[in-house]
């Protein structure tokens, strides 16, 4: 018998004559000292099943335990989706696809099961201001996220501010390599403003760091051919677009505005 079973042992011989109270205190303190704040919620709830599903000692600890690795990856995934910085919630469960028929649900459904970002695959989504964009993005981020990759959301000109800002504080390598760390990285409104050649190269260099090893997903709502007034430099821009497009997946979500549309259904206006 190992050094640890013997302890075991001894232990289980000491405490037979323990009282149902003492044995209560015990448990508690050892689920708080072990952290296993799930086990010590349900005990007394799993004590009953197991009375009266007549569930075996080893029955009952693996009704336990996985009670404990369930309630577990929950709260990881919660820190995972709050930790992505996403500005709202927004779920793929939730997206009318009868209101743009331009983007196909067999798609969609297909990135969320996550393999593109397994594979470090880029996702384009390409459309007018109200067309979807930013809930697929975030959606697609949640999915993401909930699959056990890890996300980060950002806007453009944040993304690029705070890359400026690095630059200027000698911390460029740094942050380059934190946002290279994550398993996709959401870049929301891409396009909206002209950014200068600075801030266009240090982007480059975050999309340079990701390529072929970590997904990135942008939503624009410039089409590509229109980028040249975002990235002033015609060859930074090519570049750009290469990085983004490679073995990527591009969705056009057109130019009919859900929101507009749905506020003029509101107000009755056709």
Same mark, same amino acid.
């Given at each position: ?10 232990? !289980? ?12 205190? /015990? ?6 000292? *072990? ?75 297909? !990135? ?12 384009? *989504? ?29 806007? /453009? ?26 398993? !996709? *990285? ?49 060859? !930074? ?6 990085? *983004? ?26």
């Amino acid at each position: 018998m190992s050094p640890s079973a013997t302890s075991i042992t001894t232990t !289980l011989r000491r405490q037979r004559g323990m009282t149902e109270e003492a044995a209560q205190a /015990a448990v508690d303190q050892a689920c708080r000292r *072990l952290r296993l704040p799930t086990i010590r919620a349900v005990m007394d709830e799993a004590i009953r099943v197991a009375h009266h599903e007549q569930l075996s000692y080893q029955g009952f600890l693996a009704e336990l335990l996985l009670a404990e690795c369930d309630d577990r990856d929950r709260r990881s995934t919660i820190r995972r989706v709050n930790g992505a910085g996403f500005p709202r919630q927004k779920w793929l469960g939730d997206f009318d696809f009868d209101a743009n028929p331009n983007i196909n649900p067999a798609t969609i459904h297909t !990135l969320a099961t996550g393999d593109w970002v397994r594979r470090g695959d880029p996702l384009c *989504l390409i459309g007018d201001s109200g067309t979807g964009k930013s809930h697929l993005l975030i959606g697609l981020g949640t999915a993401a996220a909930e699959k056990g990759y890890r996300v980060k959301y950002t806007l /453009a000109t944040k993304l690029v501010n705070e890359l400026v800002e690095a630059a200027d504080e000698k911390q460029l390598a740094r942050t380059i390599a934190r946002y290279g760390r994550v398993d !996709l *990285l959401c870049i929301d409104e891409l396009g909206y403003m002209e950014l200068d050649r600075r801030g266009a190269e240090l982007l480059f260099q975050v999309l340079t760091e990701r390529e072929e090893k970590n997904s990135v997903a942008i939503a624009s709502n410039q089409s590509f051919s229109g980028w040249t007034e975002t990235f002033t430099d015609p060859r !930074l821009c090519a570049a750009i677009i290469d990085r *983004l497009t490679f073995n990527g997946t591009i969705i056009e979500t057109g130019t009919d505005s859900y929101r507009l549309n749905h506020a003029r259904t509101q107000r009755g206006v056709g």
